[in-house]
């Protein structure tokens, strides 16, 4: 953080091939300063110069990724010391905070779905549902026509006998956001610990990913189709299918080698844009209704942000114009994350206007 930085020459440091390490001057003073004797200064010394801030060119090979990003890498450090390197400063710092937050502001949104919206929606709820969301539901709508129309299963001849339109997919998506920043931030902080947690948690991370894709898809899905059983089942299914395999590929070790790379991009690029066949039939089964194009505009404003941050993250754009500048802050893997929790939070404001939309019109009376 604080101080002068000094470059210092170490030889064969853990036997990773390190030959120059980074090290604060004033730690260093520091460090004197609490020492007693010369040998517990010597073990001190030897102990923090093993885990300070290491050059891209010191790097071990698993660590090597970027080569834009010069400076500020973390090697080998103890868990304790990789925990608490959350509250200092390294090429890792916004990479981990971008999605902690990121996790946060989704905990906070499931909170508050979960404690503010009803579970089952009264005559009564539906009407201040609907007095609040008229502008961005189709002004003909009116709440006796609304009322008028049940959701399959709960129409008793002569009214629905309630309107339980499920919550269920929208919390799924939730889910998904949560465990997949949760993981991202997991990954990058401790992803210094070792090889073998590094190629671990990048597993996690692809994992989380998956499931955020696959996630995504049941609000939309579900609630689209929830009037034609078949149709619901069908897409559900084979998302469901879909994120599995996903999964499972990303926690299989085969594919985190490099050689894999395209595979693992073309399998989250292929289930990301199947997205557009559920969005495309939902508007021609309600091509009269605007929020179908409501909750249409919602997605495609996720894709581009999504399909933004893939190509900044691919791309490395900032630092690659200036390598080394960006390395604490502003590079392209800090704007990907922004914009994976921005996509999301679009994803989660255009669910709700799908959840308001069920509530009130339900299905057609069958
Ligand atoms: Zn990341």
Known sequence: MGGVEE????????????????????????????????????????????????????????????????????????????????????????????????????????????????AIVEPTTLQRWHSGITESLPSYLQLPEALSSCVPGTYDGTQ????????????????????????SATCHLFGCLSQRFFYALMRMDYAGISTLIAASFYPPVYYSFMCNPFLCKMYLGIITTMGLVT??????????????RPFRAALFFTMGVSGIIPC???ILLYQDEPVAYQTLYMEISMGIMYGLGALIYATRIPERWKPGT?????????????????????????GLLYLKWRDVTGCPVP
């Open 247 to 260: 999964i499972v590929a990303s926690l299989l070790p085969v594919f985190q080698s490099a050689e894999y």
């Open 280 to 282: 495309v039939h939902k």
């Open 326 to 350: 960006f390395d604490i802050i502003g590079n392209s893997h800090q704007l990907f994350h922004i914009l994976v929790v921005a996509g999301a939070y679009t994803h989660y404001q255009g």
């Open 7 to 118: 470059e210092v020459g170490v030889e064969g440091v853990q036997g990773v091939g390190v030959r120059r390490r980074t090290i604060r001057a004033e730690e260093g003073k520091g460090l004197e300063r609490s020492s007693s004797s010369p040998r517990e200064k010597a073990r001190e010394l030897w102990s923090n110069v093993k885990h300070q801030l290491v050059e891209f060119s010191a790097l071990p090979e698993y660590l090597r990724d970027n080569n834009y990003i010069l400076g500020h890498y973390r090697v080998n450090y103890p868990f304790k010391r990789a925990l608490l390197s959350v509250f200092s400063m390294h090429n890792e710092t916004f990479n981990v905070w971008t999605h902690l937050v990121g996790f946060f502001i989704f905990l906070g949104l499931t909170i508050y779905t979960a404690t503010h919206l009803p």
């Open 160 to 183: 629905c006998v309630e309107r339980p339109i499920t919550r269920w997919p929208f919390f799924v998506f939730l889910g998904g956001a949560m465990f997949c920043l949760l993981a």
